[in-house]
């Protein structure tokens, strides 16, 4: 089982940009793929980004493309999601979450994912 915790949303201008980190800890965090996904009021949870188990592997919602860089350091359990040139459709709750399942198919898919964090808040002001 792990554990984890989201820091670093926060209200920005669009444009601008903002670091989410995200902490693990329980068990092997390398064991597990990670991702982020996101809910904007009103609209279901949505697919953000995924990275593999030993960061050779990432993949991107189209929306995010080219703006949005995710990363993650094994050594201290913590996963990064880089957000550039944001826009106010980015605002949302930003949610880390974790699978056992292998990087691949149904990766956008949050009923595959087995962890998530409680969230937080990017607000981005136009």
């Known amino acids: 089982q792990v554990q984890l915790v989201e820091s670093g949303g926060g209200l920005v201008q669009a444009g601008g940009s903002l670091r989410l980190s995200c902490a693990a800890s329980?068990?092997?965090?390398?064991?597990?793929?990670m991702g982020w996904f996101r809910q904007a009021p009103g609209k279901e949870r949505e697919f953000v980004t995924a990275?593999?188990?030993?960061?050779?592997?990432?993949d991107y919602a189209e929306p995010v493309k080219g703006r949005f860089t995710i990363s993650r350091d094994n050594a201290k359990n913590t996963v990064y999601l880089q957000m550039n040139s944001l826009k106010p459709e980015d605002t949302a709750v930003y949610y880390c979450t974790a699978r056992l399942q292998g990087y691949g198919p149904m990766l956008k898919y949050a009923s595959t994912y087995d962890y998530w964090g409680q969230g937080t808040q990017v607000t981005v002001s136009s």
């Open positions: 329980g068990s092997t965090f390398s064991a597990y793929v």
């Open positions: 990275i593999s188990r030993s960061a050779g592997y990432t």
